[in-house]
């Protein structure tokens, strides 16, 4: 099945280059796809809330705001998107990419999570909602390109 053009969002881990490793891949394979994603500077992603609706003056607050503008974005694009990829990294803890993978699931949107195979165990449930658990972003673009090519 062919498709003019794909949506995938990709979510999760800011600190590694896996969006670019997909979206480079994607390009190689021709793939018609458009890429969305999170704010990735995280001062940026985590500042938003005051930066636009004013100080707090405590952390919980400041961060809930942060949440909140953030969520505008987020559930925006999960909503318009084909396909979600959500990548769990190794050295920080991405609830919010948790929260994206349920989002997703809520709204039946066929899931891809990444990551390494020591958080199988950690992320059984998330991968359970998964219609595939990859641990390259090279597996991802092999997924992507059948999905859409029906080829391998």
């Given at each position: ?19 670019e ?45 942060g ?18 990829v ?35 165990h ?20 092999k997924?992507?390109?059948y999905?859409?090519n029906?080829?391998?």
């Amino acid at each position: 099945m062919k498709s003019d053009n794909w949506t995938v969002y990709l979510s999760g881990e800011i600190h590694t280059d896996w969006r670019e490793r997909i979206a480079n891949g994607a390009d190689g394979a021709k793939l018609p796809v458009t890429f969305l994603g999170p704010v990735t500077d995280h001062a940026s992603s985590d500042d938003c809330g005051v930066s636009i609706l004013g100080d707090e003056d405590s952390d919980f607050w400041k961060d809930h705001k942060g949440a909140k503008v953030n969520a505008i974005r987020t559930r925006n694009m999960i909503e318009k998107s084909d396909i979600v990829v959500v990548r769990f990294g190794d050295k920080y803890k991405q609830w919010n990419a948790a929260f994206d993978a349920g989002f997703a699931a809520a709204l039946g949107k066929p899931m891809i999570t990444l990551h390494d195979p020591d958080l199988t165990h950690p992320l059984k449930e998330v991968d359970g909602a998964a219609l595939a658990v990859a641990q390259t972003p090279d597996q991802v673009v092999k997924l992507l390109t059948y999905a859409i090519n029906g080829t391998l």
